[in-house]
Each structure stands twice: as structure tokens, then as C-alpha cells.
């Protein structure tokens, strides 16, 4: 007889592939790539929960980070990718319980938690990148300012990540980086609807190379238009 236990747990895991199915289902629709916060209020406040905690404020720490995890979370419904959208969910999961040990004064460096964000931000990097991908290949699902706000995110979200990691992206990185912001301000600029229309030449060649950058292999695929 099988323990309940595992039975609860392939209950859940059924539920939650369901969601993430409906969630793509959401996903073809026109108008449900809906545009990103821009990076100076990103909802994964991540800096500010560090630096509660830095002034032993981590009740405030704790609460911040349960905000930044709703943040995931509403990600997880925009994820159309069921293995990402999965991988969300875990690291939303993960950032949870992080919260429930800042409740209780569990954690003892801010080394765990720059871990944590680091490996958090690297995904949403991903998530952000797929979703960029998606809106060139699908562009009447999508518009410029949507475009452009996955793109300013995935730069956004794998900069933070290597910061959190102590680094800062090397030559070719950075300017893989610099060409998605520059791109990604273009399109926010844009005064058409016309998605093609008012992306520069290069923004197939751009999300390919960001998918390199910020995806695993072989998870990449190509965005160039063809």
C-alpha cells in the first residue's frame, strides 16, 4: 500500500502542473504578457531585506522577503515553461522557509542569504529571459514596452545575481548586458504597438545571445527571427 505521504506529495505535484498548464494556457492570450515593474522598484526587494538584516532588524528582514516571495510566486502564473515555472515554485518554496528562520533569529550570516538571492535572482534571470524569447517569437501576443521590460529584467536580474555571487559580469557579459538594456530602452521608447515594427534590427540576434548567457543548456533556443 502506498504511504499517504507520497500519495499527498504526487497530489500536489499533479495540482501544480495543472496550474502551471492553465498558466500557459493564460500565456497565449493577447495582452496576458503583462509589463514588468521597472528595475528601480524590481518586487524581489532583495537589497532591502539584506540590509534589514544588517541592522538586526529581522523581523522587518522577514517580512520584506515574504513580499519578495509573493513576488515569485506571481511569476510562477506567468511562467509558460512548465520545467522553469516548476523551478520557480521550489525557489519560492526555499525562500519561504528562509523567511520562517528569520522569524526565529535562525540565521546567523548574511552569507546565507546573499546564497539564497543569488540563486533566486539567476532564475528569475531565466524566467525573465523565456518570457522575452517568447514575445519575439509570438509578437502579436506581445508589444514594445512588454518586450522591453522582460528584456530590462533578465539583465537586471543576472547583474544582481553575480553581485550577490561577489562578482561583476566579465567583458563579453557585460556587454551581452548592455546591448539587452539598450535594446530594451528602445522598445520601451517606442510610440507603435507594432512589435516588429519598432524593434531594432539586432533584437533577435540580442535575445539569442541573452539566452546564452542567462539559460542552461540546453534550455537555450535560438530567438532569431527568421
Known amino acids: ?16 502542473l495543472a496550474a502551471l498548464a492553465a498558466a500557459a494556457l493564460l500565456a497565449a492570450l493577447p ?15 532583495f537589497p532591502t531585506v539584506r540590509a534589514q538584516f544588517l541592522d538586526r532588524e529581522t523581523r ?4 520584506t522577503l ?15 515553461d ?44 531565466e524566467h525573465h529571459w523565456r518570457l522575452a524569447a517568447r514575445a519575439w517569437a509570438v509578437p502579436r501576443l506581445s508589444t514594445p514596452r512588454v518586450l522591453g521590460a522582460e528584456l530590462d529584467a533578465t539583465a537586471f536580474t543576472y547583474a544582481r545575481a553575480l553581485g550577490w555571487e561577489g562578482r561583476t559580469p566579465d567583458g563579453e557579459a557585460a556587454a551581452v548586458l548592455a546591448d539587452a538594456r539598450r535594446v ?9 504597438t507594432d512589435l516588429r515594427a519598432a524593434a531594432p534590427r539586432e533584437t533577435g540576434a ?17 530567438a532569431q527571427a527568421r
Open 206 to 222: 540580442v535575445i539569442d545571445a541573452l539566452g546564452r548567457l542567462v539559460a542552461p543548456p540546453p534550455a537555450a533556443v535560438v
Open 184 to 192: 530594451a530602452a528602445t522598445l520601451a521608447a517606442a510610440t507603435t
Open 66 to 80: 515574504s513580499e519578495a516571495s509573493g513576488f515569485v510566486r506571481q511569476q510562477v502564473g506567468r511562467a509558460f
Open 31 to 45: 495582452g496576458s504578457l503583462g509589463a514588468q515593474p521597472t528595475t528601480s522598484d524590481y518586487g524581489a526587494d
Open 82 to 125: 512548465a520545467d522553469c515555472g516548476m523551478r520557480l515554485m521550489g525557489a519560492e518554496e526555499r525562500l519561504d522557509r528562509l523567511v520562517a528562520r528569520l522569524r526565529t533569529g535562525a540565521v546567523g550570516s548574511v552569507a546565507t542569504l546573499d546564497s539564497a538571492f543569488a540563486s533566486t535572482d539567476r532564475l528569475l534571470a
Open 60 to 63: 522587518q528582514a522577514a517580512f
Open 1 to 16: 500500500m502506498r504511504p499517504v505521504s507520497r500519495t499527498i506529495s504526487s497530489a500536489a505535484r499533479l495540482v501544480s
